[in-house]
T-cell receptor, first 113, second 112 residues
């Protein structure tokens, strides 16, 4: 089993739709969770950190489910500009204070007019 | 505000040639610095990280090396490039090690 798994998609949705991605992780000791967005041939950009209680930033909502070991990203009222690859990142303490980040391969989203 | 600069944006190099990619961070001091590689169809792979000047940790054995001659400067090098070194190289920084990271624009390296 991969350490971090994402459905590669692509997810094709019309403008205005609500879309959700999940990301599962294998290490139960994982402590930090992030969603990044990466446009084609560009660098990843931090979209949001994921907190235990869940968090929202405008149209974006992130949730953490520790029991089932997954995080989710919900995008409401999709815009054309939301088309991108969404990367899930999970961090854990490898030894002592040595944090390690594991990157998923990403989920591709295409929002269509 | 903090900014990170990475150059060049694209590079085509012959096999066996040397490589030097440079990254600088502005607006912060003592950042944690990282070099990642993203190969086609693969996730981001951490190559090197640095918590301070002259301190380099390598994550995977390879044909590359890194140096941090100044607090906000991180350099990725190779003496002889291999075809398998082709990829998208990304420099990043974070305040705390392996937390939220911010990336430079990346260098798309093609070894021919």
């Amino acid at each position: 089993r991969k350490e971090v798994e994402q459905d590669p998609g692509p997810f094709n949705v019309p403008e205005g739709a609500t879309v959700a991605f999940n990301c599962t992780y294998s290490n139960s000791a994982s402590q930090s969770f992030f969603w990044y967005r990466q446009d084609c041939r560009k660098e990843p950009k931090l979209l949001m950190s994921v907190y235990s209680s869940g968090n929202e930033d405008g149209r974006f909502t992130a949730q953490l489910n520790r029991a089932s070991q997954y995080i989710s990203l919900l995008i409401r009222d999709s815009k054309l500009s939301d088309s991108a690859t969404y990367l899930c990142v999970v961090g854990y303490l490898r030894d002592g204070n040595n944090r390690k980040l594991i990157w998923g391969l990403g989920t591709s989203l295409a929002v269509n007019p | 505000s903090q900014t990170i600069h990475q150059w060049p944006a694209t590079l085509v190099q012959p096999v066996g040639s040397p490589l030097s990619l440079e990254c600088t961070v502005e607006g912060t001091s003592n950042p944690n610095l990282y070099w990642y590689r993203q190969a086609a169809g693969r996730g981001l792979q951490l190559l090197f990280y640095s918590v301070g000047i002259g301190q380099i940790s390598s994550e995977v054995p390879q044909n590359l090396s890194a140096s941090r001659p100044q607090d906000r400067q991180f350099i990725l090098s190779s003496k002889k490039l291999l075809l398998s070194d082709s990829g998208f190289y990304l420099c990043a920084w974070s305040r705390v090690r392996n937390t939220e990271a911010f990336f430079g624009q990346g260098t798309r390296l093609t070894v021919v």
